[in-house]
């Protein structure tokens, strides 16, 4: 049976650094039938020159706009010169495993009830952290992605999602052509929350695919754009107003007073102009709001019920940039030291009267150079509540299986517990796993608090 033609569409604005990457990733595909076009949004930089070098492949056509379209009107261009079955979306700061589109197809054609795939995303900066794996919004209306800034090994993804992710979204044509252009008012944002709505009021599910990868360079794109901040607030009522069920709306609109005023003290600009462009263009959100009050499908099952900002705050894992040269035997949470140690999992650094601590997720992970072989280990740890189990687990650089792991339960108060080991010199990785994550007034979820890990 011959595959169906996968049309990828690429957005490009100023993208010279990039998008070579981004075209030599998708030319290596190991699903061969596909057409990528790349629209230019606007470029000032050298991208058409480089883009003109990728035309004689065949596979590679560019739409080039004298403007910045914003990214709705930018997929909505690339759309109209899709000629494929299937259609996928990619960023240029994207740069897709061989067998992601291969893996996406796959996934979307297993079941005639998925309307689209979410890929799971990585950071390119630090592969083995993800950019997230589909994502949902909350009952106020913020959007987050599945396991942002989580480390792969701990990942349980979830089949379905609200939406994908933009980039690595793999949607079929018939799908997008039920769901109709998008909304092209807003700039940027929203928009894939928005398009995962429409599959699932439509009467199709959204899944995520874990072994379709992208490692995304982020940040490339945002350099471009004016207030993030307004953008996200403007799209997030817009989308409130568009989708949420009716009797949902009473709530939401007074939920959404206390919040304005709370915001007020803060950035009272950015509310109030979010609310007047909202006010300005509300007939148009009606109208979008008529075009799928009626369709059959529901999404509400998957939005997060939470209120107000979303999703909780995570360790900046992106932060840590380990270097192995200075690692030693010894993690002291000083803020200074342990920075060329940290992997993931580590919030940033507090004080109780002397002790200096970090608490962590309920996984982290560091890095120890051994110069001699190791006989002791001892780690300062509380946990924030009540007792509960810490397990220790370390492992040679680059291996699965663990020299060490132990368990051990800690409690609420300062501690330090010691054990014996028979270890040689090396670089290993130690990966702490506690029993489960409290949510700290913070709204965290941590697992504990460490001042110290030494081994000698």
Known sequence: MESKTVSIIILNLNGEKIIRKCLDHLLKQTYSNFEIIVVDNGSSDGSLVI???????????????????????????????????????????????????????????????????????????????????????????????????????????????????????????????QCGPLDPLPIKWYEDTELGIRIWKLGFRVVVSPNAWVDHDIGHSDQFLPDKIYLCEKARIRTVLKYYPLSQLPYWFLREFCHFLHHLKFRWSIPVKAWAWNLFHLPSALKWRLRFTFKRGSFWHLIHPSWRFFPPPVPNNLAFQPDLRRAGSRLISDGTTDLWQLNFGWYDLERDGLISYRWIEPQASAFFHFTSPIRSFSI?????????????????????????????????????????????????????????????????????????????
Request: net charge negative; hydrophobic share 40%; with cysteine.
């Open 51 to 177: 883009l003109e070098e990728y035309l004689s492949t065949g596979k590679v056509s560019v739409v080039s706009s004298k403007r910045n379209l914003g990214v709705p009107r930018g997929r909505n261009l690339g759309f109209l010169h899709a000629k494929g079955d299937i259609i996928a979306y990619m960023d240029n700061d994207g740069y897709a495993d061989k067998n992601w589109l291969e893996e996406a197809v796959r996934t979307l054609e297993s079941d005639e009830g998925i309307g689209a795939v979410a890929s799971t995303v990585f950071f390119n900066k630090k592969k083995i952290i993800l950019n997230g794996a589909g994502g949902t919004i909350n009952l106020q209306g913020y959007g987050g992605d599945f396991f942002f800034n989580a480390p792969y090994e701990f990942a349980q993804f979830p089949y379905e999602v609200l939406y994908s992710m933009a980039i690595g979204m793999v949607i079929r044509r018939s799908v997008m052509d």
């Open 380 to 456: 300062m740890l509380r946990t924030p509540w009540a007792q509960q189990e810490v397990k220790v687990v370390l492992r040679r650089l680059g291996e699965i299986e663990p020299e060490l792991e132990v368990s051990f339960t800690a409690s609420s108060s300062w501690e330090e517990r010691v054990c014996s080991l028979n270890l040689e010199g090396g670089f290993y990785e130690l990966i702490l796993v506690t029993e489960r994550g409290f949510v700290d007034p913070f709204r965290r979820t941590v697992g504990i608090a460490v001042s110290s890990v030494i081994f000698w």
